[in-house]
């Protein structure tokens, strides 16, 4: 039996103390299978993006189990959870948060000799050529165009080869056709390599091109239904 690339169990979370503490999350339960591309949709402080941040590890929930690739992340102590996410879990932002001070390269490359690879500069190489930047490898992001510095970011996701793919917002700071053009890599076979994708967007056209969209409401799933998509 194929585990699931993602499983959420009774998920909640809380953030901020007493008289200002918000509840996030309520009771959140997802399953994703891998290969598959589901989006996250709903009004904004519905708790999209909270979702995407517990999946990646990067928030832990107050209650409830979330497993990725059936690794229960709880289980993890924080440096082996940094290592689990390192090589499984790919994140792109809305904000590009490159490193100023690094080129193209440099930016793919970090993460790979973090986690040890003797072959990183190698594979960021390879890694933005597939973007389209070979011509771009040593400039430095304020040299770049905001499709190129995200680009650039979904570049450095997708170096490690990871299991599971996060985009939050991936093209909220860019223009239609720019956004398309990042979308279109994204979804491109070649390009995941198989990884599943958990996109959060605000574009109905964006979230048509997954194979599922979840909808949230007041730090719930409210559906999560396929797409449909008339012919």
Do not use: W
């Not at 993006?49 to 928030?59: D, H, Q, R, V, Y």
């Amino acid at each position: 039996m194929t585990l699931p690339a993602v499983a959420m169990r009774s998920v909640d979370l809380s953030l901020g103390r007493g008289a200002a503490r918000v509840h996030i999350l309520r009771g959140v339960s997802l399953t994703i299978a891998k290969g598959e591309a589901v989006g996250v949709v709903g009004a904004s402080g519905s708790g999209k993006s909270t979702l995407l941040m517990i999946m990646a590890g990067l928030e832990r929930p107050d209650k409830g189990e979330v497993r990725i690739d059936g690794v229960r992340l709880g289980d993890l102590s924080e440096d082996a959870l940094a290592s689990f996410r390192g090589a499984r879990v790919g994140i792109v932002f809305q904000s590009f948060h490159l490193i100023p001070t690094m080129t193209a390269l440099e930016n793919v490359a970090a993460p790979l000799e973090l986690a040890g690879a003797g072959d990183a500069l190698e594979r960021a190489r390879a890694e933005l050529q597939q973007m389209g930047l070979g011509e771009r490898l040593d400039h430095y992001p304020a040299q770049l165009s905001g499709g190129e510095q995200q680009r650039v970011a979904l570049a450095r996701a997708l170096s490690p080869r990871p299991s599971l793919l996060i985009a939050d917002e991936p093209t909220g700071n860019l223009d239609e056709a720019t956004g398309r053009a990042i979308m279109d890599l994204m979804f491109d076979p070649s390009a995941r390599r198989g990884a599943t994708l958990a996109l959060v967007t605000h574009d109905p056209a964006l979230a048509e091109r997954c194979d599922r969209v979840i909808r949230m409401r007041s730090g719930a799933i409210e559906a999560a239904a396929p797409v449909s998509i008339p012919a």
